[in-house]
């Protein structure tokens, strides 16, 4: 079973950008590896913006090739039974209202974590 998470940003409006992750979502997992790896807001929009992932941080691929330690994307694991027919399955970002509708929505996706990125003051990290 995997511990699922979100992880997104505050947009200035205060509206919250984010995508799942559904491996290894607790905050002892996540966190040094965005407080080490996604400190700016470019790198936490590139970060997101490919969408949901399986992993944040793993060597592994969907064919057990090895790589460089970086996320496992849904999309990367191409066509087949749980693809939605082109190209595997991704979710792509949801950009929801503020913090209380963005713990609501995630939680609807059995979430038990947010992590969100604030320009200019860094991850929170929020117990759904």
């Known amino acids: 079973m995997g ?11 205060g509206k919250i950008r984010a ?9 002892s997992h996540h966190l040094p590896i965005l407080e080490e790896h996604y400190t700016t807001l470019p ?7 490919p969408g ?3 992993a944040l941080r793993t060597a592994n691929t969907w064919t057990e090739a090895q790589r460089d330690p970086q996320p496992l994307y849904h999309h990367e694991r191409g066509a087949g039974p749980w693809s939605a027919g082109d190209g595997g399955y991704s979710d792509p970002p949801h950009t929801v209202a503020d913090l209380q509708t963005a713990e609501n929505h995630w939680r609807e996706y059995c979430c038990e974590h947010l992590y969100v ?6 991850w929170f ?3 759904l």
């Open 52 to 54: 949901s992932m399986s």
């Open 3 to 13: 511990t699922r998470s979100a992880i997104g940003y505050a947009l200035p409006s």
């Open 125 to 127: 990290h929020y117990e």
């Open 117 to 122: 990125f604030r320009p200019g003051y860094g």
């Open 43 to 49: 790198r936490v929009r590139a970060l997101i913006k």
């Open 19 to 27: 995508v799942y992750c559904h491996w290894d979502g607790y905050p």
